[in-house]
Every structure is written in structure tokens, then in C-alpha cells.
């Protein structure tokens, strides 16, 4: 090669060097002398970062306080995976399939999940408690790693479920008393504000904010648990022997419309509510409404003894049975001729029942069903409580007066037939009823307390009186309610047995019910048991009224109510697990 070759090909690179170093001077000075203040000030220094640290939700407690936990946040962990790893090591299958197999999950949704190879951050399951994953960190999985979370957990399971409700993912209370007391429950989220390096580590020395979460406060139930216990197993019972469509019931304590216990089934689990189908997560003892049958006759026979149309010793003809009235046919179970309305509740006569009604008159016994609160929801702090129905006085026909003495055409839930019923025994004062009874910080500090409150009186205290007197015969021989008697107390009581209406007349399927109180002559407690579609039999004396006994016979000794005659073993029930 000669000289000039190699000078020109030395001048050349020195050329491109130049260039070279050229654009690059451009460059640099574009980027630090250009309009690029954001950009400038992110290679300067370091970025901000703003975290909000979500708050322990608070425990809830039964009504013998914190030795009793029935809901709380336990520590947990989210399991997590980086789909771009996976895929350029591709082992997304085999991963894929291990962790389908320690978390109990679809190896197809699994695959599903972490499918992405642009992405490098996938949710395989979240809020795991920490003794489940002990057998999937053993594994050492590739490309799967672990994120802190909290989760809300029920040790119970599905015990209280309609009562307890349940915190949906975004930390929000979605049902029972979790969505209701969610405000205090909650608590109030901390803010981290501070600056991170170019990979997001945190600079601790920068951390210019730093607010820390308020544990949510504690709220105390006026459910009893052993109580509570007892009922869910009765109700299980009900359901197998005389296979149900369901059943559901309530304990109150009549003078101060507390809630002792309160159960519907069919039931859910509160740790999987995703899975729960809706039927399951009714609270059917009061956001199901039907028609009541034969204990709407306690608002028929205390309208009329209130109003002194008649007297307990007042004679009717029952028809032998059969009594037209208005065109329409009225039936009794059984065919009797005279009775006294004391004699006609005890054994629960439609015919002397509607004949009562009609000595009032519409406006009379809308007035009283009003006064009851039937139609309207009682205020309980429990969210999907219904209203029933109950049409205007004005509305009514020619023979609606005496249907609705015998509960039909007319529609209840449970929670207002408890109502009707408690107000007799309490002297007529209808109280709200509630499942709160007090909300604390974690230090002892009270936050809210519930006090008994009256949101009416539609009997005078004469009338609850006779009342009570009359409704113990119901369980006495002769009675309707017989087996609904308890051991060493007198109980007061009314049976129903409610045709169920489909397509706008009546079928062969049943509502069977009884509630009822005790001890009869001080009333301390009220029960009502409601089974839905028995068979074969399907009477409330014979399906519900024994239901109501063994749940009873039970909880007195729990609730050391004293008798002369009871015993007093000590009553302690674990909840299912």
C-alpha cells in the first residue's frame, strides 16, 4: 500500500472519530441545556415516593368479650411469579403446574395467569396464610417470590356467617356487621413519603413523611357464642330429619331487644365467599319475607282484647269447620263447633281468628298491624333487613280482614313476627333489636355503646298480661304447642303453619314456625324457629315446635336463667371448626 493510501485511510478515522465526538457533544448538550427541567431533575437526584400503609382492621367479639374472637387480621403472604422470567427460562409449565398443586388451584388458570412473557409481575393468589405456603417455599420455585399482605380470617368458618359477614379484597366490609360497622372497624390508613434510588430502594435518610396506620377499633357483639352454637346445631338437625328447602331462627332478649343468637340456613364459609352462591349468603331470618300462617293470629287476638270487642270467655261459632264469608270458604284444621277465644287461640282456629277481625274492622286491624310495624323494617344494624308487605286498609277486598287475622295476604320476616311476639311479652313496649352492643379502641376506650330503645307500644300492659296467660295454654295439653314445653318453665307460645302461594293460588308446599318466650309468667327470652318446606310433615306444631324446645332447654342453662326445677350443669358448647 503506498503513502497516500495510508494517509488517506488515517485522515478517514480521524474524520469519523470527530463526528463522532461531535454528535456526541450535541447530544450532551441537548439533553443539559435543553428543555428537559423533568428530565434534568430525575438524573439529578433522587425520585420521590409516596406508600400508604393500610391499617389492622379491628377484631370482632361475642358478648362475653375478648376471649371469644369470632373475626381477625392474621399476617399473610401473596404469592407472586415473573411471567418474562418464567417464559425465557421456559419453565412456565412445570411452574405452573407446582404451584396449581400446593395452592389448591386450576394448573389451567395458573397457566393462564402467568401466560404474558412481556410482563414481569403476576398475582397467582392472594392473602395466603403463612402455614399454608410452608410446603411451596420449601420447593424453591423459580421465578416465584412472596409479597406481605394481611387477610381477614373467621376461625370458625361458617359459624355466624349472616351475622359476621365478610371483607372483600379491597379491605371493604360487604355483609353482617362488617359492612355496617365498617367505618369502625377499618381504622385510618399511615402515609410514607421519602425517596428512592434509580431501582426503587428506598433512601431511609430522605424519608420526609411518615404517618403510621390506626388499628381499627374492636366491636362486641350481644350474640352469645355457646348460645349461638347451640341453635346452628338444632337447625342442622331440623334441616337432615324433615329435609328442608332451609330454616332460620332468632333469640332476643325481650326486654332490651338484644340478640342473642341468630342462624339461617343454608350457610356459607366466610373464609372462601367467593365460592358462596347467593342463596347461600341470604340472611333469611331477616331478608326473607313469607307469609307467617297462623302466629299473625297474635296481632288478631291482641288487637281485639285491647280494643274490648271481646273478652277470653266470648263464645263463636266455629261453623264445625267450614264457614263461608264473602263468597270464599274458610277452613280449620280441625272441625269445631263452640269456642271461647281463649279456648280458640289455644288450639288456633282460623274461623274464630277471622270472625275476631271482623269485630274490629279493616281500619282497626290495619291500624294494629301498623302499630306492630308490620310492613316496615324494624331498624336492626345488620344491612338487608326487608320491610314485608302489608297493603293500605283501603286497598283491601271484601274478605282480605279475614285472611290476614289468619296470616294470609300478608308478609313478614322473622325479625317482625320476633317483634310482634316480644312486645307481648314486655308489656307491650316493641323494642329494636340489635347485634352491637358496644364498639372500643384497643385500649378499653368506647366508641359507641347501644342502649335499649322502644319504637312503640301497641298493647297496653293489661292486654300483654292476658296475652301471656292465654299463649300458655298454647303449650299445654290441648294445645297446639305442646311440644314446645321446656323442662322446669312455663312457655308462652304460637304455632304456624303457612300454605305457600306460587302463580297466584296456593300449593302443596308448607312454612312451618313457632315462637315463642320463658319463663311465660316473667318473660326473659324469645325464640322463633322457621323451617321452610318440611316433609313429610309440615305443621309448626309438629315440625318447628320441638325445634324450639331443644334450642331452649339448652340455652337457659347457658344463660343461667334460674328455674326451682331446672338443672344447673354448667352449659359450655365449642363451635365447629
Known amino acids: 500500500m503506498t503513502d497516500f493510501g495510508v494517509r488517506c485511510r488515517f485522515a478517514a478515522g480521524i474524520l469519523m472519530l470527530a463526528l463522532a465526538l461531535a454528535g456526541l457533544g450535541v447530544r450532551l448538550g441537548f439533553l443539559h441545556l435543553g428543555a428537559h427541567a423533568e428530565v434534568r ?22 358478648c362475653r368479650g375478648r376471649r371469644n374472637i369470632l373475626a381477625l387480621d392474621l399476617a399473610a403472604k401473596d404469592v407472586c411469579a415473573d411471567p418474562r422470567f418464567l417464559a425465557r427460562s421456559n419453565i412456565t409449565q412445570e411452574v405452573s403446574a407446582a404451584l396449581a398443586s400446593e395452592l389448591g388451584l386450576r394448573a389451567e388458570a395458573v397457566r393462564e395467569a402467568l401466560g404474558n412473557p412481556e410482563r414481569r409481575f403476576a398475582y397467582v393468589r392472594r392473602y395466603v396464610p403463612e402455614d399454608q405456603l410452608v410446603a411451596l417455599r420449601a420447593r424453591n420455585l423459580p421465578g416465584v417470590f412472596f409479597e406481605d399482605s394481611t387477610v381477614r380470617f373467621y376461625p370458625h368458618l361458617g359459624f355466624m356467617c349472616h351475622v359476621l359477614g365478610f371483607v372483600n379484597y379491597e379491605r371493604t366490609g360487604s355483609a353482617g356487621v362488617e359492612q355496617v360497622m365498617d367505618r369502625y372497624l377499618r381504622g385510618s390508613p399511615g402515609i410514607l413519603e421519602s425517596q428512592v434510588d434509580a431501582f426503587r430502594h428506598e433512601l431511609y435518610t430522605r424519608r420526609s413523611r411518615d404517618i403510621p396506620a390506626l388499628r381499627g377499633a374492636d366491636v362486641f357483639l350481644t350474640v352469645d357464642q355457646n348460645v349461638q352454637y347451640i341453635v346452628e346445631r338444632e337447625l342442622d338437625a331440623a334441616v337432615a330429619e324433615h329435609r328442608a328447602r332451609g330454616a332460620w331462627a332468632i333469640m332476643q332478649r ?98 274464630l281468628a277471622a270472625k275476631l277481625a271482623l269485630t274490629l274492622g279493616d281500619r282497626r286491624l290495619h291500624a294494629y298491624l301498623d302499630a306492630f310495624n308490620v310492613g316496615r323494617p324494624l331498624g336492626i344494624d345488620l344491612p338487608g333487613e326487608e320491610g314485608g308487605l302489608l297493603l293500605p286498609a283501603a286497598r283491601w277486598s271484601n274478605v282480605s280482614a279475614s285472611r290476614i287475622a289468619i296470616g294470609q295476604g300478608v308478609a313478614v320476616t322473622a325479625l317482625q313476627m320476633m317483634g310482634i311476639l316480644g312486645a307481648i311479652a314486655n308489656n307491650g313496649f316493641l323494642m329494636r333489636p340489635h347485634v352491637v352492643a358496644r364498639v372500643e379502641q384497643e385500649e378499653g376506650l368506647p366508641l359507641l355503646r347501644r342502649e335499649p330503645q322502644a319504637i312503640g307500644r301497641p298493647i297496653r300492659p293489661e292486654t300483654a298480661a292476658l296475652m301471656r296467660r292465654l299463649l300458655t295454654r298454647v303449650t299445654e295439653e290441648g294445645g297446639t304447642g305442646r311440644r314446645a314445653r321446656v323442662e322446669g318453665y312455663a312457655v308462652a307460645g304460637k304455632t304456624g303453619t303457612a300454605q305457600k302461594a306460587a302463580g297466584g293460588r296456593y300449593i302443596d308446599k308448607y312454612v312451618a314456625s313457632f315462637v315463642g318466650f320463658l319463663p311465660a309468667n316473667d318473660p326473659e327470652i324469645a325464640l322463633i324457629v322457621v323451617v321452610d318446606e318440611p316433609e313429610p310433615e309440615h305443621t309448626g306444631g309438629v315440625v318447628a315446635a320441638p325445634v324450639f324446645a331443644r334450642i331452649a332447654a339448652r340455652a337457659v342453662r347457658c344463660l343461667d336463667m334460674p328455674s326451682p326445677a331446672a338443672d344447673k350443669t354448667v352449659c359450655y358448647a365449642e363451635p365447629r371448626r
Not at 41 to 56: T, V
Not at 283 to 306: C, D, Q, W
Request: hydrophobic share 40%; net charge negative; proline share 4%.
Open 41 to 62: 431533575a430525575g438524573l439529578a437526584g433522587p425520585r420521590s415516593m409516596r406508600q400508604k400503609i393500610d391499617a389492622p382492621r379491628g377484631t370482632i367479639y361475642d
Open 254 to 351: 325481650v326486654r332490651t331487644g338484644e340478640i342473642l343468637a341468630m342462624a339461617a340456613r343454608p350457610a356459607y364459609d366466610l373464609n372462601e365467599f367467593r365460592t358462596a352462591e347467593d342463596v347461600c349468603r341470604l340472611n333469611r331470618a331477616i331478608g326473607h319475607v313469607y307469609e307467617p300462617g297462623s302466629t299473625m293470629k297474635l296481632v288478631t287476638f291482641a288487637a281485639a282484647l285491647n280494643e274490648g270487642t271481646v273478652s277470653p270467655e266470648t263464645i263463636f261459632d266455629c261453623e264445625n269447620g267450614a264457614w263461608s264469608h264473602a263468597g270464599h270458604v274458610l277452613h280449620d284444621f280441625h272441625a269445631y263447633g263452640r269456642l271461647s277465644v281463649a279456648d280458640g287461640l289455644q288450639k288456633s282456629s282460623n274461623i
